[in-house]
């Protein structure tokens, strides 16, 4: 993908910006098409119909009529705002979510940047948009969104250890932390598939992994940083017009990355589960998004069953639970990856 | 640590016995109505807009006296002997004429009190219920069918009339009072005036 864009444009800089570019072309539809879906799923689920009018089909442009709205409204700061890290921290946040998307591999044929060190970079880069969450609570000076911010910082710094502990089992059997080579590994079919090697280790950390992603990307059960009946609507309760729909854009587009890096990880990514049928670079970018759509439907399936946790019961969750058993995990597939060979 | 577990284990269980709840919703039909293309079947006697149905209002102002929040406004004109206002489907006799009949709907609580006392039956409520309008005063609905100027004529005749009737009672009394005839035996003739009948 980088060499025919270097190619077809004899400029370095214009190839490596429309690089960057390309994932935003997935993002931007997936936030719109994910708002839309998310609406109608938790619309059925509770015996509704959700938006059903606007532009004809089931309410398919609501989304889409909504962010016109937002970008039409008049931006407004607060007078007791700090007014630099205001404007700031949606940017920061957005920033943060989409620089994940640089090591993640849609397809056999394209990943944004090859690093060898991709998922360590996802991780760590993912940790900016606690900045930048923290940024928006703090500037807002409201107690509402600082509230939210400081439970959104707590909640995802206790939440990362568990993940990044399942993650490195599954590191541990790849031996790589290049995001493209952990994918070609699982090539050959379903039973090549990561959840499906050192069973059960490698099960549990998969379902670990994603309830710690839940909790790191701020969804219910996880959702006490933005806790709507206790907090309005944590750090964003300020942000009005384009400065929100940025924040929702990260924060659906972090809803993704995580949903990839299960996929990546777990699910084989852009394999098909039928080895060498269906596959393909066009083929791989299809099976890469099913898998990714499949995990932010369970996550957004999820949030229309489980009510949020308290704060207690959240580090409960994280502490108790997850961080023992993810050490089990690592262990125990260490073991067994030290045995076999 | 039996404790431990076991919450563990009906954490799991009973989020995946949620999940199957949801899940089964999913594909449950919705309870939702399309409003406005699918309306709901109101029930019979159903009470929303009221309607006045203008031939067989005899303007006896019960319905407007019934009414709890004075959202009825009735004016009447009395008729002249000579004109004709005919009869109700029911088969009362016109006295009045109504010339205005003004139904507030936006004060209107929709108790239907109005419609039991009316002699004539000539005010229902009907199962109409989309009638929202951008200006208030378009929800005042003028039931009167009379023109103003018709309105006007019935006025002048009347007025006509009476005063030729308070004539006639004066021209009366004079001629009793002087000769002390007996005038008590003969009521004053009722004459009918002589009028364009154009009504």
Redesign the interface.
């Known amino acids: 993908m980088k060499e025919v864009l270097l190619g077809a444009l004899h400029n370095d800089i214009l190839a490596y910006v429309l690089m960057a570019l390309v994932p935003l072309a997935w993002v931007v539809p997936f936030a719109l098409f994910a708002v839309w879906w998310e609406r109608k ?1 938790s ?7 959700g938006p ?1 009018r606007t532009g004809g089909w089931h309410g398919w442009a609501q989304t889409v009529a909504d962010i016109l709205k937002l970008i039409q409204k008049e931006d407004i700061i607060p007078a007791a705002a700090d007014r630099k890290l205001f404007i700031l921290a949606p940017y920061l946040v957005f920033a943060g979510s989409y620089a994940a998307y640089a090591a993640i591999p849609f397809s056999a044929a394209f990943v944004g940047s090859e690093l060898n060190i991709g998922l360590f970079y996802i991780v760590s880069i993912s940790a900016l948009v606690v900045v930048g969450l923290l940024m928006a609570g703090w500037a807002s000076n409201n107690k509402w969104s600082l509230f939210g911010a400081m439970r959104s910082a707590a909640q995802i710094i206790s939440y990362e250890i568990p993940v990044a502990l399942c993650l490195l089992a599954a590191v541990m059997v790849t031996g790589t932390f290049d995001m493209q080579q952990i994918n070609q590994m699982q090539e050959g079919g379903i039973f090549h598939w990561l959840v499906f090697q050192k069973f059960p280790f490698l099960f549990l950390a998969m379902i670990m992994y994603f309830i710690g992603s839940l909790a790191e990307v701020n969804r219910t059960p996880f959702d006490i940083p933005e806790a709507e009946s206790e907090l309005v609507a944590g750090y964003h309760t300020e942000y009005g017009g384009m400065r929100f729909a940025l924040l929702f854009l990260s924060e659906y587009a972090n809803m993704f990355v995580v949903a990839a890096i299960a996929s990546t990880l777990f699910l084989g990514g852009w394999t098909s589960p039928f080895g060498d049928f269906l596959s393909g670079p066009w083929w791989g970018v299809f099976w890469f998004l099913s898998k990714g759509m499949l995990i932010v439907f369970v996550q957004m ?2 949030r ?3 009510p949020r946790l308290r704060v207690d019961q959240l580090m409960e969750v994280g502490w ?2 997850l961080i023992p058993f993810s050490f089990v995990v690592v262990l125990g597939v260490g073991f067994w990856v030290m045995a076999v060979r | 640590m039996g404790t ?1 577990f076991g919450n ?1 284990w009906r954490g799991i269980v009973t ?1 995946l016995i ?2 199957g ?3 089964r ?8 109505i ?1 409003y406005p293309d699918v309306k709901v079947k109101l029930p019979e006697r159903a009470r929303n807009r009221l309607y006045v149905n203008m031939d067989d209002c005899i303007g006896c102002d019960q319905c407007s006296m019934a009414c709890p929040v004075d959202c009825i406004t009735i004016e009447t004109v009395k008729s002249t002997p000579d004109v004709d206002l005919g009869l109700t489907s029911v088969g009362t006799k016109k006295r009045l004429y109504v010339t205005q009949f003004d139904i507030d709907i936006a004060k209107c609580c929709y108790c239907g009190l109005c419609v039991p006392p009316c002699p004539t039956e000539c005010i229902v409520m009907t199962d109409v219920y989309e009638f929202s309008e951008f200006d208030r005063n378009n929800l005042i609905y003028n039931f009167a069918t009379m023109m103003p100027h018709d309105v006007e004529a019935a006025r002048t005749r009347l007025a006509a009339y009476e005063k030729d009737q308070a004539a006639k009672k004066a021209a009366a009394a004079k001629p009793a009072a002087a000769p002390s005839a007996p005038a008590v035996s003969e009521p004053p003739k009722k004459t009918p005036p002589a009028s364009d009948n154009k009504v």
């Open positions: 799923i619309a059925h689920m509770q015996d509704r119909l059903m399936w999820l229309w069953t489980l108790k639970v | 431990y563990i989020i949620g999940m709840v949801t899940w919703h999913l594909f449950t039909p919705a309870v939702t399309q």
